[in-house]
């Protein structure tokens, strides 16, 4: 019986009906949504999913979008087949759950998609993004992977790594501004610490009135001054024009994915 007093904070509000449209493979020893793009590309992306897995439309619907964008997009199953959780599950039970699903305990996972985008994909630039657990896991990508050009942390921070502010790649992170699970002081300490440690190019971006989880809502509703794709659904929308568009202007942060010159939200539209 699902603890109601104190649900999953990885709700997602509304799930998406969608189907996808892209193919389920077999990446070496675990499986994973692929999405090809209309026109041959060496451009790709990985997404990495959240708590809910591979196979949550939300996410796919994502993993398309970047697709049409012009990308490779796979989602692989990071979980290798174990049971993602659920809004059903017993939250006092999460921590059970997690114990064989790390996500710093990625890189056979990782090493099997990268040589798949690399061999059977022709991916020349390929970059990642992560939301919630998959957060998690891009931040960890992104302080061992230099074969992967950028990545993009949407509310997850790596934690127990003494090297956890060592970036190798330019790195974006997004939070929110009211998220119960990682809160704003935890924020403020991981930017004043990249700000001494690191290396690499990076950016911290906090979105005002919103919540964990926001980048996978379809919700219509936007907290004031901030401005949002039309049509659409919402925020996913939004979501691929971001990760499509890394470093075009000046003040936004200056790396690639997949290839593109390409930039996120500027400066003055975050908190």
């Not at 970059?127 to 302080?143: I, P």
């Not at 119960?180 to 001494?196: A, C, G, M, R, Y």
């Not at 996913?236 to 003040?251: D, K, S």
Request: one cysteine or more; hydrophobic letters at 35%; glycine letters at 10%.
């Amino acid at each position: 019986m699902a603890n109601e007093a104190k649900p999953c904070p990885c709700d997602i509000g509304d799930r998406l009906d969608y189907g996808g449209l892209g193919q389920e493979v077999q990446i070496d020893h675990t499986k994973a949504y692929v999405v090809k793009p209309s026109a041959p590309s060496d451009r790709a992306v990985i997404i990495i999913h959240d708590i809910f897995g591979w196979k949550l439309p939300n996410t796919r619907y994502m993993a398309d979008m970047l697709a049409a964008k012009g990308n490779t997009a796979v989602c692989p199953d990071f979980y290798v087949g174990k049971e993602p959780w659920g809004p059903s599950k017993d939250w006092s039970k999460f921590q059970e759950w997690l114990k064989d699903k790390m996500p710093t305990e990625t890189n056979k996972e990782l090493d099997a998609v990268l040589r798949f985008l690399k061999e059977q994909c022709g991916a020349k630039h390929i970059g990642a993004v992560g939301f919630c657990w998959g957060g998690v896991a891009a931040h960890y990508l992104a302080l061992q992977y230099l074969e992967v050009e950028a990545a993009v942390s949407f509310y997850g921070i790596v934690r127990e790594r003494e090297d956890k502010y060592d970036l190798k790649v330019p790195t974006l992170f997004v939070f929110a501004e009211t998220d119960n699970i990682i809160p704003l002081d935890q924020v403020s300490l991981l930017e004043t610490q990249l700000k001494e440690k690191c290396r690499a190019d990076y950016q911290v971006k906090v979105f005002p009135g919103q919540t964990h989880g926001f980048a996978h809502r379809k919700r219509g509703h936007q907290p004031h001054g901030q401005t949002w794709h039309p049509g659409g659904q919402g925020r996913h929308a939004q979501l691929a024009q971001e990760v499509h568009e890394i470093g075009r202007t000046g003040n936004s942060i200056q790396g690639v994915i997949s290839g593109s010159s390409i930039t996120f939200l500027s400066t003055n539209e975050s908190h």
